[in-house]
T-cell receptor
Framework: LAKTTQPISMDSYEGQEVNITCSHN???????ITWYQQFPSQGPRFIIQ???TKVTNEVASLFIPADRKSSTLSLPRVSLSDTAVYYC??????????????FGSGTQLTVLP | NAGVTQTPKFRVLKTGQSMTLLCAQD?????MYWYRQDPGMGLRLIHY???????AKGEVPDGYNVSRLKKQNFLLGLESAAPSQTSVYFC??????????FGPGTRLTVL
């Protein structure tokens, strides 16, 4: 299983850009990198997924260096409602032989006014 | 389009009792998963399914059984509940590798 390491917690202020880095040293060739967001008492919600370089959608960007051993989730101009736990996952769930996906402990992001 | 639904939302069991949690999805997804989340922890995969009629063990399968008789449903059973199984249980489904859609969760307390 590809293991991930993230900071336990981060604080930011409204309007700032937040970057959360995830380390995944034993990522496999076929693995994708996926980030989820979880609010209290809710199931996680998909944010973004990427394989290499940079991916951007309407809510976030994902930066992946050439060696793919880490990735950075970037949240532009955060608001109080972005306070949540953010999980980094690495893996390819099912393509012939099944592989497990592992949620780590995640990063608790707290946005302050 | 309800997405992923879970039944029940809350349940209290006594040690040794059995119960079944139901997960249903209406997105025609092949892959379905059961996770548990303990307070302050990340999600841990219990069992998963890659299609109708198939199931496989995840990270923490002991004490649980699953069945996927219909593509849209994934059942999680506890044959003899233990206090260590007190947790929030999340079901998820996916149409492709890693974009999972999660249900609202079932909060289970075992006394």
């Amino acid at each position: 299983l590809a293991k991930t390491t993230q900071p336990i917690s981060m604080d930011s202020y409204e309007g700032q850009e937040v970057n959360i880095t995830c380390s995944h040293n034993n990522i496999a060739t076929n693995d994708y990198i996926t980030w989820y967001q979880q609010f209290p008492s809710q199931g996680p919600r998909f944010i973004i997924q990427g394989y290499k370089t940079k991916v951007t959608n309407e809510v976030a960007s994902l930066f992946i260096p050439a060696d793919r051993k880490s990735s950075t989730l970037s949240l532009p101009r955060v608001s109080l409602s972005d306070t949540a736990v953010y999980y980094c996952l690495v893996g390819v769930a099912f393509s012939g032989s099944a592989r497990q996906l592992t949620f780590g402990s995640g990063t608790q992001l707290t946005v302050l006014p | 389009n309800a997405g992923v639904t879970q039944t029940p939302k809350f349940r209290v069991l006594k040690t040794g009792q059995s119960m079944t949690l139901l997960c249903a999805q209406d997105m025609n997804h092949e892959y379905m998963y059961w996770y548990r989340q303990d307070p302050g922890m990340g999600l841990r995969l219990i069992h998963y399914s890659v299609g109708e009629g198939t199931t496989a063990k995840g990270e923490v399968p002991d004490g649980y059984n699953v069945s996927r008789l219909k593509k849209q449903n994934f059942l999680l059973g506890l044959e003899s509940a233990a206090p260590s199984q007190t947790s929030v249980y999340f079901c998820a489904s996916a149409g492709r590798a890693d974009e999972q859609f999660f249900g609202p969760g079932t909060r289970l307390t075992v006394l």
